[in-house]
């Protein structure tokens, strides 16, 4: 059973840098799509970045874009999320999510069948 765990998070000024962490227990991860997720308050969960199994291709939502970067370590079964010029809209929990697919970003929840618990990210103004 594949076990995705996030780090990283914490509360940062506007305008502030954060980088996330997502841990996979199985080797397996390696071989398929990765992506970030993102729930605020209130709110259903969001798309925010994914990363192709070989790390060749991302896709990022709209309102992250040159703001974010997603990347892969395959050697460490790892992704990482540089979160950069922070907001307080990007406040949320954020989530690691492995997909179905290998080559395939989706930006929909029902993409992806594994899920670490979430680190929460904080951005006060």
């Known amino acids: 059973q594949e076990q995705l765990v996030e780090s990283g998070g914490g509360v940062v000024q506007a305008r502030g840098s954060l980088r996330l962490s997502c841990a996979a227990s199985?080797?397996?991860?390696?071989?398929?799509?990765m992506a970030w997720f993102r729930q605020a308050a209130g709110k259903d969960r969001e798309f925010v970045a994914g990363?192709?199994?070989?790390?060749?291709?991302?896709k990022y939502q709209g309102s992250v874009q040159d703001r974010f970067t997603i990347s892969r370590d395959r050697a460490k079964n790892a992704i990482y999320l540089q979160m950069n010029s922070l907001k307080p809209e990007d406040t949320a929990i954020y989530y690691c999510?492995?997909?179905?697919?290998?080559?395939?970003?989706?930006?929909?929840?029902?993409?992806?069948?594994?899920w670490g618990q979430g680190t929460q990210v904080t951005v006060s103004s």
């Open positions: 199985d080797r397996q991860s390696n071989l398929y799509t």
């Open positions: 999510a492995r997909a179905r697919r290998a080559t395939v970003i989706s930006d929909y929840i029902s993409g992806y069948n594994y």
């Open positions: 990363i192709s199994w070989r790390g060749d291709s991302t």
